[in-house]
């Protein structure tokens, strides 16, 4: 029979809070076991750093010029003919999906069998004034009503008074650490497992809301990270070094000066939030072996993207440096049938649109000619492979900081295409992105190289970047390409 697939995601992780990696503070015994046993990409990315374009590479396997989400919108229908799910699905498997999805409509299976649905606080559905009785959030959250059923009906997650996406304030957790959306994905996951068709290998999709905002761990791993030093965060010689309108007072805000003691605070939160996870992961495995399918489960963890943390005084994701857009992906294989090398770190340039042809691969289950990523497995064998991508190009659409970059690991080059602004990085020497190389003399033949490679990938965009010879500054970014829109204008949802 074909091995069973668990594909574990968190959100707003970086790819640096591993211990394995050499992070002086996180813990996370599991996924360094993972990585021990497995592989790890260290130059993992996604191409375009926010919740719901992430999200579409990793179920479509499509590049976002191919997917249509260059930037973040919510309530544009899903409607792609071949999804990881749906294919596994095809070729015999029982599907199972446990948390954030984070699609429209917020119950669309996108081709699983089930989904037990927790995307956090999703804002167009908190909003009684502006979504219909079907998408209010008490009516489409499995977790919301599990949650009323054991706390009492008058609870809430955002009860501790934090906002989802508050980068710089952080509490306890309010009640007990069961019930905390975290437990919950584990815990639904194992009762997928007792409930699942034996006759068939599944493919489960444990997918956590956190690291993601609010910065709410339980106290027992709030109290790992209490009273110790913590990393200082990088601050590039291109970043903006004042705060004119006291952004850093919003604890939404994506950028601005924050006060040392609450950044502390928030930081430590994070990290306990992930080792929280970890936890939960470590309580996952033992459920595997006690199912008796651990020896014959293929593992893939990742992050959607990262969260810059303070990094440069930037807060939240979107923008794609290091810490927003680099995130961790470890393959583990205990069947052996995939030839990894245990151990190995892979610094190949990957994306979140290969893991659907990853796991396929892995499965033996056909890949869609739709699907523009490549299966990792090759790099992580002895062999290797020589055949492998040159770079990755991503792109956000931000206001005024829209911006499109590329980078192959080693160097990265931004072009803000609403300002022309461009930075342009070392990375084997600059990993923290402290120095923008733009201005340097001896940097520029490679500055026109990889100006020159982007002008290709945006020749013929319909927002109209280039004329093919140059980049050109001003033009209208959009968040949803044309063919995504016509797409879901032919796929209406019922009842709106």
Known sequence: ????????????????????????????????????TGVAYTSAYTATPSCVPARAAILTGMSQQNHGRVGYEDKVPWSYEHTMPGEFAKAGYHTQ?????????????????????????????????????????????????????????????????????????????????????TNWAVTQSIDFLRRRDP????????????????????????????????????????????DPDRDGLNPTTGRGIVNKRMRQK???????????IDNQIGRLM??????????????????????????????????????????PLILNDPTGKLGLVRGKQVD????????????LEASDVPIPTTVDGSSIIPLGTH????????????????????YHYLTDGKVKYFWYSQTGEEQLFDLQVDPQELCNLVKSAERAELLNCWKD????????REEGYTDGVSLIVGMTPQSCLQHLRTAAASHPVAGR
């Open 97 to 181: 999906c446990v948390g954030k999805m984070h699609v429209y409509p917020t119950r669309n299976l996108c081709g699983f069998h089930n989904i037990v649905l927790h995307d956090g606080y999703m804002h167009y559905n908190r909003d009684r004034s502006r979504s219909t009785a079907n998408e209010w959030w008490d009516q489409t959250d499995d977790y919301i009503s599990w949650l009323k059923e054991r706390a009492g009906s008058q609870q809430d997650i955002m009860d501790h008074g934090l906002d989802c996406n508050a980068s710089t304030v952080a509490r306890p957790w309010h009640l007990e650490e069961a019930l905390h959306p």
């Open 199 to 242: 006759s068939k290998p599944f493919f489960l999709w444990t997918s956590f809301v956190r690291p993601h905002a609010p910065l709410d761990p339980p106290q027992a791993f709030l109290d790992l990270y209490d009273g110790i030093d913590l990393p200082e965060p990088p601050i590039g010689d291109w970043a903006r070094l004042d």
């Open 286 to 327: 033992n459920a595997l072996y006690e199912f008796g399918v651990s020896n014959d489960t293929i593992i893939l963890f990742t992050s959607d993207h990262g969260d810059l943390m303070g990094d440069h005084l930037l807060y939240k994701k979107i923008l794609a440096y290091e810490g927003s857009a680099k995130v």
């Open 348 to 359: 190949r340039i990957v994306e979140l649109r290969d893991i659907m042809p990853t796991l």
């Open 1 to 36: 029979m074909r091995p069973n697939v668990l594909l574990i995601t968190v959100d707003q992780m970086r790819a640096d809070c591993l211990h394995f990696l050499g992070h002086p503070v996180i813990e996370t015994p599991n996924l360094d076991n993972l990585a021990r």
């Open 266 to 276: 928030s930081l430590a939160a994070y990290y306990a939030l992930i080792t929280h």
């Open 453 to 460: 490679r982007l002008i290709l990938e945006l020749t013929g």
């Open 383 to 402: 062999a290797g492979t020589s055949e492998w991508r040159t770079y990755i190009h991503g792109e956000h659409a931000y206001g005024e900081l829209s």
